[in-house]
């Protein structure tokens, strides 16, 4: 299987005015920038994608539902006949800090976060794991850096190792096998 992870596009809460917020954000501030979606810079971002990946027969598309992933994902798949983006909550986003006030599962927890991201590798795997499918998984740049730490069986503290990927950046890995992954540069 050919897996391109893509971060989703520019959203509201990427611009310098909500570094504040980000870095110490309320439960209220965490809520708001959940369902921002997609800047309009966002949306030029994705629309540059596509025809990157035109040539690619992706066979699926698996999304965060959070509003800046799913728009993200949901123009990627405009004009792919019969392709259908399928939700998942376990590519949500994952709170980069712990907050006054937050939920409990807004709390960041690396061995759950792990455990998390193993889930979602299992899952592609039961998917797709011996085919020569693409299948694209449009997500978070907190959980990108999580699921490279658990495809390379890395320790959940090592996320923290992978990180900077950009809006709409196409990370490229290979997984023919359990034992390994190919990670595909370019």
């Not at 369902?35 to 810079?41: A, K, Q, W």
Request: include cysteine; charge should be negative; glycine fraction near 6%.
């Amino acid at each position: 299987m050919l897996l391109l992870l893509i971060r989703h596009g520019h959203y509201p809460g990427n611009d310098p005015a909500h570094n504040h917020t980000y870095q110490q954000p309320t439960n209220e501030d965490w809520e708001e920038m959940q369902n921002l979606g997609l800047s309009t810079r966002g949306v030029r971002q994705v629309k540059r994608l596509v025809p990157q990946l035109a040539d690619l027969h992706i066979n699926a598309i698996y999304s965060s539902p959070i509003p800046r992933a799913r728009d993200t994902a949901e123009i990627l798949a405009d004009g792919r006949a019969g392709l259908e983006v399928e939700y998942w909550d376990e590519l949500q986003e994952i709170p980069p800090v712990t907050f006054p006030g937050a939920p409990a599962d807004y709390i960041w927890d690396g061995e759950k976060h792990y455990q998390t991201a193993k889930e979602i590798e299992q899952k592609l795997r039961s998917a797709h794991g011996d085919t020569d499918d693409t299948v694209v998984v449009v997500t978070h740049g907190n959980l990108m850096a999580t699921l490279y730490s658990s495809l390379l069986n890395l320790k959940p503290c090592n996320y923290n190792r992978f990180t900077g990927f950009e809006n709409c950046g196409v990370y490229r890995l290979i997984l023919n096998n359990p034992d390994k992954v190919q990670i595909i540069m370019r």
